[in-house]
């Protein structure tokens, strides 16, 4: 859709129009496994690539086109691939990039899943990751060898309220002729648009604010269309004849659709990561509201991280948007629209006091998610990091004092009445 549009309309706009059967103003969700073609020819077209249009759902379906569409055109990327959740996005985005022996430079500071993920599953597929200390950018650059494909980093990271410094990083990545790949899942292209900084890939998982209610899982790959495959031999998948595509030449054929017709019509006919329509419907819906849900989010978490840092009962609020934060000076420059809305403090009264917290919450509900319309907390050192050691809990900003909010987008005053009481009961 037209850039001259702004955001909030494309939000609700881009990738839809009225269905052209039925005149349905809203997406339908198109439950069907397949479609009918037209006849022989066009039915040999459709697979090689020489017409656009539907085979089979594993690979395209309407409801996901119209979210693949505007999920594209929120970060501004020539072209987006759905997939079944977050983590799918991460395998889909490296997958056109990787072969063994191959490996990429990866934020410190990441969701644990994806440090799992990356530290530990990937390895059986003979990819390996690195991983750097982003503030260092030297490191960064030392980090990169023959065989490093990307460098892969969260814009707000999980969970300590980290802000990455894009545009630093993207120049590293540029020099060393290497495409960066961005999870935006905690900023949302409301927040950050990671490639007007010099990103080549853009991963969401969709799960979180692009859904914005906690009812889907789901995940997508941006691809900014702008990085040269071809430049340097790299990535033979997309710049030579692909054997697991009749021979044929993604860069070279489709341009600046490269690497989204790669990952549809090698990656999800193959990995079969495949989104359903149902929830594609519910994530457009979801993302109709983004612009008007984000800067609440953000509001609320702004306030109350200020509130926490001057309680006596709280000894440190880890949120970029505090003045005091180390990360002021990036929140200002690379995320004028605010620093998200999930991050962690720590009690004066460590480990008891935590746990007690949690569980005298009231509107708070005491979950694994984040992203969602309610405000949750979690305890991560007795929960998603329960299996790591104290000083691995530290070194992930989950010790075991600390607490992890994501603020929804109820009413401020509503959610630190909650907190000041749950506070009150674990300093009893
Ligand atoms: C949740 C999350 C993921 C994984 O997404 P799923 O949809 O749960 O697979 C990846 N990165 C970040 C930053 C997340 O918050």
């Given at each position: 859709?037209?850039?001259?549009?702004g955001?909030?309309?494309r939000?609700?706009h881009?990738?839809s129009a009225?269905?052209p059967a039925?005149?349905?103003?809203?997406?339908?969700?198109?439950?069907?496994?397949?479609?009918?073609?037209?006849?022989?020819?066009?039915?040999?077209?459709?697979?090689g690539?020489?017409?656009?249009?539907?085979?089979?759902?594993?690979?395209?379906?309407?409801?996901?086109s119209?979210?693949?569409?505007?999920?594209?055109?929120?970060?501004?990327?020539?072209?987006?691939?759905?997939c079944?959740?977050?983590?799918?996005?991460?395998?889909?985005a490296?997958?056109?990039?990787?072969?063994?022996?191959?490996?990429?430079?990866?934020?410190?500071?990441?969701?644990?899943?994806?440090?799992?993920?990356?530290?530990?599953t990937?390895?059986?597929?003979?990819?390996?990751?690195?991983?750097v200390?982003?503030d260092?950018?030297?490191?960064?650059?030392?980090?990169?060898?023959?065989?490093?494909q990307?460098?892969?980093c969260?814009?707000?990271?999980?969970p300590?309220?980290?802000?990455?410094?894009i545009?630093?990083?993207?120049?590293?990545?540029?020099?060393?002729?290497?495409?960066?790949?961005?999870?935006?899942?905690?900023?949302?292209?409301?927040?950050?648009?990671?490639?007007?900084m010099?990103?080549?890939l853009?991963?969401?998982?969709?799960?979180?604010?692009?859904?914005?209610?906690?009812t889907?899982?789901?995940?997508?790959?941006v691809?900014?269309?702008?990085?040269?495959?071809s430049?340097?031999?790299r990535?033979?998948s997309?710049?030579?004849?692909?054997?697991?595509?009749?021979?044929?030449?993604?860069?070279?054929?489709l341009?600046?659709m490269?690497?989204?017709?790669?990952?549809?019509?090698?990656?999800?006919?193959d990995?079969?990561?495949?989104?359903?329509p149902q929830?594609a419907?519910?994530?457009?819906?979801?993302?109709?509201?983004?612009?008007?849900?984000?800067?609440k989010?953000?509001?609320?978490?702004?306030?109350?991280?200020e509130?926490?840092?001057?309680?006596?009962?709280?000894?440190?609020?880890?949120?970029?948007?505090?003045?005091?934060?180390?990360?002021?000076?990036?929140?200002?420059r690379?995320?004028?629209k605010g620093?998200?809305?999930?991050?962690?403090f720590?009690?004066?009264?460590?480990?008891?006091?935590?746990?007690?917290?949690v569980?005298?919450?009231?509107?708070?509900s005491?979950?694994a998610?984040?992203g969602?319309?309610?405000?949750?907390?979690?305890?991560?050192?007795?929960?998603?990091h329960?299996?790591?050691?104290?000083?691995?809990?530290?070194?992930a900003?989950a010790?075991?004092?600390?607490?992890?909010?994501?603020i929804?987008?109820?009413d401020?005053?509503?959610l630190?009445?909650?907190?000041?009481?749950a506070?009150?009961?674990?300093?009893?």
């Amino acid at each position: 859709m037209t850039e001259t549009l702004g955001f909030d309309t494309r939000a609700v706009h881009a990738g839809s129009a009225p269905d052209p059967a039925t005149g349905a103003r809203q997406v339908p969700i198109y439950q069907t496994t397949a479609y009918v073609f037209r006849d022989a020819d066009q039915a040999a077209r459709l697979f090689g690539l020489q017409e656009v249009g539907y085979i089979y759902s594993r690979l395209t379906n309407p409801t996901i086109s119209a979210l693949q569409a505007r999920v594209a055109d929120l970060e501004g990327g020539a072209g987006a691939v759905c997939c079944s959740s977050g983590h799918a996005a991460q395998i889909m985005a490296l997958f056109p990039l990787m072969a063994p022996g191959k490996n990429i430079v990866v934020s410190t500071r990441l969701y644990g899943g994806t440090v799992t993920q990356f530290s530990q599953t990937i390895k059986r597929f003979g990819w390996s990751a690195k991983f750097v200390d982003l503030d260092d950018l030297e490191a960064v650059r030392g980090a990169i060898d023959d065989n490093t494909q990307a460098i892969f980093c969260e814009s707000i990271s999980n969970p300590g309220g980290y802000l990455t410094d894009i545009p630093a990083i993207a120049a590293i990545a540029d020099a060393a002729g290497l495409p960066l790949i961005v999870d935006n899942t905690l900023a949302t292209p409301y927040l950050c648009r990671p490639i007007e900084m010099g990103a080549t890939l853009v991963v969401h998982s969709l799960t979180k604010y692009m859904t914005g209610n906690g009812t889907v899982t789901g995940g997508a790959v941006v691809d900014s269309g702008r990085f040269d495959w071809s430049a340097s031999g790299r990535f033979p998948s997309l710049s030579e004849p692909e054997p697991a595509y009749h021979g044929l030449k993604f860069q070279e054929a489709l341009g600046p659709m490269a690497f989204t017709f790669h990952g549809i019509a090698i990656g999800l006919r193959d990995l079969g990561m495949t989104m359903n329509p149902q929830g594609a419907h519910y994530t457009l819906l979801g993302i109709e509201t983004l612009g008007l849900r984000m800067p609440k989010h953000v509001a609320n978490a702004q306030k109350i991280a200020e509130w926490l840092e001057t309680d006596p009962r709280v000894s440190s609020v880890s949120y970029g948007g505090l003045a005091s934060s180390p990360r002021a000076e990036v929140a200002a420059r690379v995320y004028p629209k605010g620093a998200g809305a999930l991050f962690t403090f720590s009690l004066t009264g460590g480990y008891d006091a935590a746990v007690k917290l949690v569980d005298n919450l009231k509107l708070f509900s005491h979950v694994a998610n984040l992203g969602d319309a309610r405000s949750l907390a979690i305890h991560s050192a007795s929960t998603t990091h329960s299996q790591l050691t104290d000083a691995q809990k530290i070194a992930a900003g989950a010790g075991p004092d600390v607490v992890r909010l994501s603020i929804g987008i109820e009413d401020a005053d509503d959610l630190i009445a909650d907190l000041d009481q749950a506070l009150a009961a674990a300093s009893d």
